[in-house]
């Protein structure tokens, strides 16, 4: 048999061999792993709730700490975004803000706690009403400055956001301005031009300062857009926001 017929049949062998031995199972995603592919599917509640649920569990399995509460803060602020009732809507955020700050203190250079955290304030304020929860506005506004510090374009965007809706919100005597709003909410669609609340925001602070045409026209750039792979449920639901918004004032026609 000569040199390239012994060639042959060596790679023949090796393919036998190779089709042969069993295949080698996939490494382990983990907990945290498990969770973030059910938070895929948040849309579903009982999906993020589950999500959370796997995330306890990871705790318990002592995973990454760190990546467990800021993962648990973000879930929270989901579920609580979307539970209806008044009451356990606050408990949910205080848990977010609970599990942002435990973050926080396992990586305090490190940018999710205090992005979560600084989410979590907002909307428990929200809950509370705005005139009710003005404390918050500082510790929310520091919360993003150091979000600023450590990645400004984290959440695409999402520090410059949450300041921007904040000085929107608070009525100017305690702090807020329309023009700081503005600034904060353009530099964040510079981030995230393709995030529908970005563009939402924008468009109430546009109102404000009685900017109709620019505030139609990011409400229209939401129904537009093409959704990015990992905002599909808030894009769905931002473009029903954006719908709403643009049939009535002042965008509806008399």
Do not use: C
Not at 98 to 116: N, Q, Y
Not at 144 to 162: F, N, Q, S, T
């Amino acid at each position: 048999m000569n040199n390239k017929a012994i060639l042959i049949s060596a790679t023949l062998l090796l393919v036998l061999v190779a089709s042969a031995a069993p295949a080698r199972p996939q490494a382990s995603v983990g907990l945290i792993g498990q969770s973030d592919q059910l938070y895929t599917g948040r849309a579903d509640l009982a999906k993020a709730k589950a999500a959370l649920a796997k995330l306890e569990e990871a705790l318990a399995a002592k995973e990454d700490a760190y990546a467990a509460y800021w993962r648990m803060s973000r879930v929270e602020y989901w579920i609580g975004d979307h539970t209806a009732d008044g009451d356990a809507k606050k408990k949910i955020f205080q848990q977010g803000i609970e599990h942002a700050k435990k973050a926080i203190e396992l990586g305090p250079g490190k940018v999710e706690g205090h992005f979560w955290l600084g989410v979590n304030y907002g909307v428990y304020g929200e809950a509370k009403g705005v005139l009710k929860s003005l404390s918050l506005v500082k510790p929310i506004k520091e919360e993003m400055r150091r979000v600023l510090e450590i990645d400004p374009a984290y959440d695409r965007g999402g520090a410059d956001r949450i300041l921007g809706r904040v000085y929107h919100e608070v009525p100017g005597i305690a702090g807020g301005s329309e023009k700081k709003s503005l600034e904060h909410l353009l530099k964040a669609v510079e981030f995230g031009p393709r995030v529908g609340l970005n563009l939402l925001y924008l468009s109430d602070t546009y109102i404000s300062l009685d900017r109709i045409d620019d505030a139609r026209k990011a409400l229209e750039t939401i129904l537009t857009m093409e959704p990015m792979s990992d905002l599909l449920p808030e894009t769905a639901e931002e473009r029903d926001q954006a719908r709403a918004k643009l049939e009535r004032k002042p965008f509806k026609k008399k």
